[in-house]
């Protein structure tokens, strides 16, 4: 598929197979090229300079919107991704932080769900994955805002399943752990600061608490909603599948 880069608004009658939100870099790139072996695929995101050279290298279409402000799309799988909030603990976050990081991971998601699930519901198919954490099931004190927003998506994604589940179609979360991302670097570099503790001191003790050893390859988080949209996932529905390598103790 050719490489289009527009406003959003050149999309509104698009018909479009699956829609990652995010997929310049990190997890959201991942998922998008595990996606483009066997989907149309468009990624969206808010910077064109990164957008664009990322949907070349997968044959996808580059879409340039924001999720907090996203245009109409119907397409039939539907990847609700979104980088995270600024690391924070939980009274140290003000009240525009918590209003920007309802736009980016709560409401701003939903609003492309309101425009695309009716519209997969008509069709009698759609696949939608919003992308969590698993600091939702063991939350990380410097993580507040991703935290509690998270599990308000967690809840809206179970509201959804259980509203469309007979008109064939699935919405589920993918909880990822530790991960080899920018994020996660980010996210280290601020503990990091705060603690005075070195970086790589930092991340051997965030794996050694992963049965696992290592920090996940953001294509193994790609594979597990792969599995979640394709046909054989269709009784899988309203669930969260944690991808941590272990080290959730809840179950």
């Not at 980088?83 to 492309?112: C, V």
């Not at 991703?146 to 308000?152: D, Q």
């Not at 809840?155 to 589920?172: D, F, H, I, R, S």
């Amino acid at each position: 598929m050719g490489v289009r880069l527009s406003e959003p608004h050149g999309f509104e009658e698009a018909a479009i197979q699956a829609l990652v939100g995010g997929g310049a870099s990190g997890i959201g790139f991942a998922i998008a090229a595990r996606l483009a072996a066997t989907h149309d695929v468009t990624i969206m995101g808010r910077h064109a300079e990164t957008l664009e050279p990322a949907a070349k290298r997968i044959g996808a279409t580059a879409l340039v919107a924001d999720i907090t402000d996203p245009p109409p799309l119907r397409p039939d799988v539907l990847i609700l991704n979104a980088g995270g909030p600024p690391p924070g603990r939980i009274l140290d976050i003000g009240d525009e932080a918590w209003r920007s990081g309802a736009e980016l991971l709560l409401t701003g998601p939903l609003r492309l769900a309101r425009g695309a699930l009716p519209a997969m519901a008509e069709r009698g198919f759609g696949r939608v994955v919003f992308i969590t954490s698993t600091a939702v099931r063991q939350p990380q004190p410097d993580l507040a805002v991703s935290v509690v927003l998270r599990a308000a998506v967690t809840a809206a994604a179970k509201l959804l399943a259980l509203e469309y589940a007979a008109q064939g179609v699935t919405v589920n979360c993918v909880a990822p752990g530790p991960t080899d991302t920018a994020r996660r670097r980010e996210i280290l570099a601020a503990r990091a600061a705060r603690t005075g503790r070195d970086i790589d001191t930092l991340d051997r003790l965030d794996t050694g608490t992963v049965p696992a050893g290592r920090a996940a390859d953001p294509g193994e988080i790609a594979a597990a909603v792969a599995f979640l949209v394709s046909p054989d996932a269709s009784y899988i529905n309203g669930t969260v599948l944690t991808v941590d390598g272990g080290r959730t103790e809840t179950i």
